[in-house]
Structure formats: structure tokens, C-alpha cells
């Protein structure tokens, strides 16, 4: 069973940045894929991005490219979403999530969610 917990969300302004956390407790982390995911809660919950486990590769929604960057520190597991250049469309609960399938897209099932982290971008 892997715990996730998320950080680092808050208020910001349009424009401004965010850096996410996710510490996973599992010393496995690196046999995971790891994504982030956010919900507004009048819309689906959405695909934001992916890494694979080697951090090789990485997946991104057409709307945060370019504004977004997913890492990961597998000696820390821990995986983070850099967000700069937000926008008030990117306030959302933000989840991060674990699957041991596929290369890090948002295609395939993720079995282990965090508690999420609430991002709010004023205008």
C-alpha cells in the first residue's frame, strides 16, 4: 500500500508560481509511475501530467505546457509539478497518484491517491 501526501498549494495571483510535493512512504516509489491530476468541482477530475519511473519520460495536457514541469527525486520519493505563469482556470484540487502500469500517461488506471491540495489562482 503506498501513501501519497500532497503540499505546497495555496493562493496565488495570476502569473505567479507554485511548486506541489508529493511524498510517497513507500520504499518502492521508484517502481511507480507517478501523475498529477486535479478536479474543479464543476468539472471531471483531469490528467495534468505523468512521469515515468526513471523520470525518462514525461506526459503534459495540451492547456500546461510549457507553463508546467513534473520531476521526481526517487532517492527522496518524492515527486513534484512545478506550475508558473498560472492561470485562474488552473484552480483545482490537485491529487498526485501511483500506478505500476504504463510510462507515466494519463491513459491507464492509477491505484494509490493522495488527500490533494487546494490551488487557487485569483485574477
Known amino acids: 500500500q503506498v501513501q501519497l501526501v500532497e503540499s505546497g498549494g495555496g493562493l496565488v495571483q495570476t502569473g505567479g508560481s507554485l511548486r506541489l510535493s508529493c511524498a510517497a512512504s513507500?520504499?518502492?516509489?521508484?517502481?511507480?509511475?507517478m501523475g498529477w491530476f486535479r478536479q474543479d468541482p464543476k468539472k471531471e477530475r483531469e490528467f495534468v501530467a505523468g512521469?515515468?519511473?526513471?523520470?525518462?519520460?514525461?506526459y503534459y495536457r495540451d492547456s500546461v505546457k510549457g507553463r508546467f514541469t513534473i520531476s521526481r527525486d526517487n532517492t527522496k520519493n518524492t515527486v513534484y509539478l512545478q506550475m508558473n505563469s498560472l492561470k485562474p482556470e488552473d484552480t483545482a484540487v490537485y491529487y498526485c497518484a501511483a500506478t505500476a502500469v504504463g510510462d507515466g500517461g494519463g491513459d491507464v488506471p492509477y491505484d494509490y491517491w493522495g488527500q490533494g491540495t487546494q490551488v487557487t489562482v485569483s485574477s
Open positions: 512521469i515515468s519511473r526513471s523520470g525518462r519520460s514525461t
Open positions: 513507500e520504499r518502492t516509489f521508484n517502481t511507480y509511475n
